[in-house]
């Protein structure tokens, strides 16, 4: 199983990025997909999920209403459109899959991508 996430790079305040993560090895359908980030030295931190038809989305609070998540299940592929960029949106990104199910726990998920850093300059 590989996730490639992709689409990170330097942004203004206010600005606006799109990350892509492409899987493959397993059957995406299958899975929840999900978004965290990290920020060196912090928590690993939960960002948005969808379900495995996406039609059920999540999103922590301090991205609610800036961020949304989608996916394409023919491509194998799922999306994070972040609007309304702040500086404390700065981390790297990962997309995760967990198996039946999209929490919002790093814990449950299965497969990990290499992550793609975003940084938001003031």
């Known amino acids: 199983v590989q996730l490639q996430a992709f689409g990170g790079g330097l942004v203004q305040a206010g600005g606006f990025l799109r990350l892509s993560c492409v899987a493959s090895g397993l059957t995406f359908d299958d899975y929840g997909m999900g978004w965290f980030r990290r920020v060196p030295g912090k928590e690993r931190e939960f960002v948005s999920a969808?379900?495995?038809?996406?039609?059920?989305?999540y999103y922590a609070d301090s991205v609610k209403g800036r961020f949304a998540i989608s996916r394409d299940n023919a491509k194998n592929m799922v999306y994070l459109q972040m609007n309304s960029l702040k500086p404390e949106d700065t981390a790297v990104y990962y997309c995760?899959?967990?198996?039946?199910?999209?929490?919002?726990?790093?814990?449950?998920?299965?497969?990990w991508g290499q992550g793609t850093l975003v940084t938001v300059s003031s």
């Open positions: 995760a899959a967990q198996n039946g199910l999209a929490t919002r726990g790093w814990q449950d998920h299965n497969y």
């Open positions: 969808a379900t495995w038809s996406g039609s059920s989305t």
